[in-house]
Structure formats: structure tokens, C-alpha cells
């Protein structure tokens, strides 16, 4: 079965420069669009970054020129480079693949890379911006 594990995070100060990785398996990397999810605190879900399975990339605006989302399909992996960190990046950040159920259950469960399906989704790791 499809796996995600995102690895990285934590507390940072404001403008610091963490990595997020998030390592896939049950499927391969160039199969399906990836990318990241967010839930800051009383705040709905939303689509930060997204590689589609051609290699291009989209930005929520709030990130555009800070965060770069990159693939290695060798290691099946996609990471989120985030740069000049803000207070309002604080959130839980979720690693997400396209081909999934939609999921009531989860935070970001109503949110699909392709209209037709839902997204596979990782557990979620928390950043922190002081």
C-alpha cells in the first residue's frame, strides 16, 4: 500500500531555511503528482507546493520566492526547501500524493491533485516559526 513519511521540521526561528522531505513507497514517484499541504492553526488546509509527475511546479503566492519544491526519483522522495521563514508559516505540513480516496477524516482530506481523486497523505510534521 502507498506510504508517505515526511521527515524534517520543527521549531525554527523567523527567517531560518528548514528542509522537508518526504520518502514514498507502494508506488513509484513518477507516476502521480506530489507535493505539500499546510494547516496553520484555525486556519483551513492549503495547497502549498505541487511537482507534477512532468516535473513542473506551483506555488501558493504566500511562498512564491521563498519555498522550492524538488523530486529525486532514484530515492522516491520530494522535498520542500523552505527559505525566509514567516510567523504565518506555522503549521502542520503534510506530504501528499495524487491518486488517493478523499479522506473526510483528515485535515486536508477534501483536497485532490486531480478532480477525480483524492491524495494519499503522510502523517503530518509540525513547523514552528518564533
Known amino acids: 500500500h502507498v506510504q508517505l513519511v515526511e521527515s524534517g521540521g520543527g521549531s525554527v526561528q523567523a527567517r531560518g531555511s528548514p528542509r522537508l522531505s518526504c520518502t514514498a513507497s507502494?508506488?513509484?514517484?513518477?507516476?502521480?503528482?506530489m507535493g505539500w499541504y499546510r494547516q496553520g492553526p484555525g486556519c483551513e488546509c492549503e495547497s502549498v507546493a505541487t511537482?507534477?509527475?512532468?516535473?513542473?511546479?506551483f506555488y501558493t503566492d504566500s511562498v512564491k520566492g521563498r519555498f522550492t519544491i524538488s523530486q529525486d526519483n532514484t530515492k522516491n522522495q520530494v522535498c520542500l526547501q523552505m527559505n525566509s521563514l514567516k510567523p504565518d508559516d506555522t503549521a502542520v505540513y503534510y506530504c501528499?500524493?495524487?491518486?488517493?480516496?478523499?479522506?473526510?477524516?483528515?485535515?486536508?482530506?477534501?483536497?485532490?491533485?486531480?478532480?477525480?481523486?483524492?491524495?494519499?497523505w503522510g502523517r503530518g510534521t509540525q513547523v514552528t516559526v518564533s
Open positions: 507502494g508506488f513509484t514517484r513518477g507516476d502521480a503528482d
Open positions: 501528499a500524493a495524487a491518486g488517493g480516496p478523499w479522506d473526510e477524516n483528515h485535515p486536508c482530506g477534501r483536497h485532490g491533485f486531480w478532480s477525480s481523486t483524492g491524495n494519499y
Open positions: 511537482i507534477t509527475s512532468s516535473g513542473s511546479q
